[in-house]
């Protein structure tokens, strides 16, 4: 799941690489990443088994709220995909 403002598709690829590099870097030396601050852009990150979920805003969102956010959107794909098919 992405949102684009300026550009097109084709840079999701080479967004999806970055973020998972930068995960597998992380939990290489044992930690997990949270967030990243630069300049006026928060990153916040929510990696749960194979998922990983990145919010992104240069608008003054809190990390906590990124994080809500991301917290709600797992939720929320656990109960679409674990619910029963009618």
Do not use: M, N, W
């Amino acid at each position: 799941i992405f949102s684009l403002q300026h550009g097109d598709e084709t840079s999701v690829a080479d967004l999806a690489a970055l973020v998972a590099a930068i995960v597998s870097f992380v939990q290489r030396g044992g930690d997990e990443i949270r967030h990243v601050r630069a300049g006026a852009t928060s990153l916040a990150f929510l990696v749960r088994g194979p998922l990983y979920l990145v919010a992104s805003s240069s608008c003054g969102d809190t990390v906590p709220y990124l994080s809500r956010q991301l917290a709600a959107l797992h939720a929320q794909l656990l109960s679409v995909l674990t619910s029963k098919v009618e």
